[in-house]
Every structure is written in C-alpha cells, then in structure tokens.
C-alpha cells in the first residue's frame, strides 16, 4: 500500500498529504517546474508537459500530471498517474486556487499505479494557465484525504510549448 499519506517530504517539493495542511503545502509546491518532453514518432513530433512528485525517502510515485494535445486535436488531454493504495470509488476530485472541486473516476490501474484521464475544456485550462496551484485530492484506503499540492507556475509557457 502507497505511504503517501505519512510522507513528509517529496522529491521535488515537500508536498504535505493531508488537505488541511493545504495552504503550507501550496506554497511549498510553487518551487516545482513544469518539463516539456518530445518524441517523434513516425513523422509526428509529440510532446507532453510533466509535473511529477515522488517521496524522498522511498522514490515512489507519489503524483504525476501530464498535459498534452493529442494530434489532429485543438484541445488538450491531462493524465494523472496515482500511486497504488488509493480507495477507487472515490475517485479525484481537481480544484485550482480554492475554486468548486471537479470529480473524476479513476479509469484503471495496472502495476504501475492508477490513472485518470480528462480532456482540458476551455474553463479548466483558462484557470490552469492563470492558477497557482491545481490541488489533486484521493483518499487513502482508509478513507482520509489526501490532497497534494501541483505549482502552475510555468504552466502557461509549457503549454504553449505543446
């Protein structure tokens, strides 16, 4: 079972897993870029914007968000790559700077962690071009939240890189 929640610190920034201590953790997140990565493949260059947070102690994945435009597309795709032991039914719940939290299922797992995927409408990528800070919350399988800090700083240049 993922240890996130009893995680002090992540690899890149010291996310605190309990969503009251969100405000420490949010500023706390502003110190992590967003990294822009392309591949060609069969003629087409693809690229995705990254934002990823391990634990520091273990290395184990503790969120990873990637936004892409898909090819022949005008709008972008965002897929969160979570840690195991997370409690499914649930689902994620997105929120950037405070505003009406957006649900989303979780869609799969495999060995590798659980994932959701969502397609970027207008609203969503406006406040994430404008955000601060895009809170992913889950709960653990013992049913407490666990809500970690994303920095949007950056994300407006990386996705006009895409």
């Known amino acids: 079972m993922a240890q996130a929640p009893a995680a002090p610190a992540a690899k890149t920034a010291p996310a605190k897993a309990a969503a009251k201590q969100a405000p420490a953790a949010a500023a706390q997140a502003a110190q992590i870029p967003w990294v822009v990565n392309c591949a060609s493949t069969t003629g087409h260059m693809a690229c995705e914007a990254v934002q990823s947070l391990t634990i520091e102690k273990t290395g184990q994945l503790l969120l990873s968000v990637s936004v892409r435009v898909p090819a022949g597309s005008k709008t972008g795709a965002m897929m969160l790559h979570l840690p195991h032991g997370i409690f ?3 689902g994620i719940a997105l929120t950037v700077d405070g505003a009406a939290p957006q649900k989303q299922p979780v869609q799969m797992c495999d060995q590798k962690g659980c994932y959701v995927g969502l397609a970027l409408d207008e ?5 994430l071009q404008t955000g601060k800070t895009l809170a992913v919350t889950f709960k653990s399988l013992e049913k407490k939240d666990i ?9 407006k240049e990386a996705y006009a890189k895409l």
């Open 123 to 127: 609203a969503l990528l406006k406040s």
């Open 147 to 155: 809500m970690v800090p994303v920095s949007l700083g950056g994300f």
């Open 88 to 90: 499914l039914p649930d």
